[in-house]
């Protein structure tokens, strides 16, 4: 597993060292050709001082050296070298410390003079410098003659200045060892000095219990990179905590909702077998009890399409549907049931109500809302079923009478398990609260969306919206 805190000192060790590398030798580059400019420029400003020396009188070149004493041209260990040519390449002149050698010979000017790295005579490595010039000559010294022209070539070693750059480079190379390593010792303190908001955000995270999804992660005191994985650590638990709650309630009501039929179908047993019974008891007690039986079924089958949908197993089958000719087909076995309880029934359907959806997923939808709005409207009330066209959705709403929901608490009921005052609305106590939820989250598949909506007078409202084929 790859360590953060390793990376980091690795990486910015190497990019310090990579630096220091980079910014040494551009140092050193730049100092050595300095020094080198420096060691010519003496060199050259020494030939350009021997120049002086020479002299040509009516065609006749002096070189003297006699009254100038220059030991640096007697051999020695570290002698300096000096030639003279005539422009020939005749040899005018030449030091004392070249026993009868000869230098290379290289020809420059005065203002620009000519170098170059050799091995001297004596076997040193050293440096040459060249130049070319005329030997001065009194005014009336040259009438009839045409001025000479000489060649001096100045050499000397160039041990010292490579010791020099020699001890530069040691020195540049220790100097920046010892900056690595600082600068790796001061990292490794920052580093682990920086991440230590890490191994505390790590240690609030271990320390929330899988019993209390409540505990939450302290913003406060993190650095600024860190506030977006706290805070979305913290969501991620709102939500974890949320779903836990959601699912101990589910759990809760499920076992609620089996426990009530569970108890009245043993009670209706109970009493059938207490004693002996004309059969038409017995055939009313088996009839009650398929009753329960159904509503238990309808109740698991709820809960089967519920987890399907929370899973997003749905499989959805689109084809073109017509929504009107759905809703008509969905009513025609609740009307009998709406006559009896006296409902007037008001249907305004669009004729071309095309959608691109699931078929047999539209009818579990509808068959909900529209026994919903039988089965809560109030005795005599009435029920309005109307379809819609409008920005290339269809809408269906699905209206009843003799609600007394509040409308602050509509919202509701798309919780699961949620009923609300059942005394008030017709029959709802044979609903366990999971028909709108399941309407909710099919019709989510289905790329639609559902709302619900109450108002003052009593009328309560079931809206899908299908986008149109």
């Known amino acids: 597993m790859k360590s953060l805190r390793v990376q980091l000192l690795v990486g910015t060790a190497l990019g310090t060292a990579l630096v220091l590398l980079v910014s040494g030798a551009l140092l050193y580059a730049l100092i050595s050709r300095a020094l080198w400019a420096a060691f010519d420029h003496a060199l050259a400003a020494k030939a350009r001082s021997l120049t002086a020396l020479a002299e040509q009188d009516q065609g006749r070149l002096e070189f003297d050296l006699a009254e100038v004493k220059l030991p640096e041209f007697e051999p020695s260990g570290q002698a300096e070298f000096f030639q003279v040519w005539l422009p020939h390449g005749t040899v005018f002149a030449r030091s004392a410390s070249l026993c009868g050698t000869d230098l290379d010979r290289i020809a420059g000017t005065l203002a620009a003079p000519a170098f170059q790295t050799v091995r001297l005579p004596d076997g040193r490595s050293g440096r040459i410098v060249g130049l070319t010039f005329v030997p001065r000559q009194e005014a009336d010294a040259g009438r009839g003659s045409s001025p000479l022209s000489v060649t001096l070539v100045l050499g000397r070693d160039i041990a010292g200045l490579q010791a020099t750059l020699v001890r530069m480079r040691a020195m540049l190379v220790c100097v920046g060892l010892v900056a690595v390593v600082l600068s790796a010792g001061a990292l490794a303190w920052v580093v682990r000095r920086n991440l230590r908001p890490i191994d505390d955000l790590s240690r609030q995270i271990a320390a929330v219990a899988e019993h ?59 009493l059938a077998l207490a004693r002996a019974r004309a059969p038409e008891e017995y055939q009313k007690t088996t009839g009650d009890c398929l009753k329960i039986s159904l509503q238990m079924q309808r109740m698991v ?151 619900a909506t109450a108002d003052a007078a009593g009328v309560f409202t079931v809206t899908i919206h299908l986008p149109r084929a």
Do not use: M
């Open 212 to 270: 209390d999804l409540s505990t939450r992660i302290a913003v406060r005191d993190l650095p600024r990179e860190l506030l977006p994985v706290a805070e979305r650590l913290n969501d991620l638990l709102a939500r974890l905590d949320a779903a836990f709650q959601r699912e101990r309630r589910f759990t809760g009501d499920v076992a609620h909702e089996l426990r009530t039929p569970l108890a009245g179908l043993r009670s209706k047993l109970e």
């Open 301 to 451: 089958e709820n809960l089967l399409h519920l987890a399907r949908a929370d899973a997003g197993q749905l499989e959805i089958r689109r084809t073109p549907v017509d929504l009107s000719q759905v809703v008509g087909e969905c009513w025609e076995p609740l009307e009998a049931r709406a006559r009896a309880r006296g409902l007037s029934v008001e249907r305004k359907l669009h004729e071309n109500s095309a959608v691109e959806t699931d078929r047999d997923k539209l009818r579990l939808v509808l068959q909900n809302v529209l026994e919903n709005a039988v089965l809560y409207a109030n005795e005599g009330g009435r029920i309005s079923l109307v379809t819609t066209a409008a920005d290339g959705h269809l809408t269906f709403a699905a209206s009843n009478t003799g609600s007394s929901l509040p409308p602050a608490e509509v919202h509701h009921v798309f919780e699961r398990f949620w009923r609300g005052d059942a005394s008030s609305r017709g029959g709802a106590e044979s609903h366990c609260g999971l028909g709108l939820p399941l309407c909710q989250a099919v019709i989510e598949q289905l790329g639609g969306s559902i709302e």
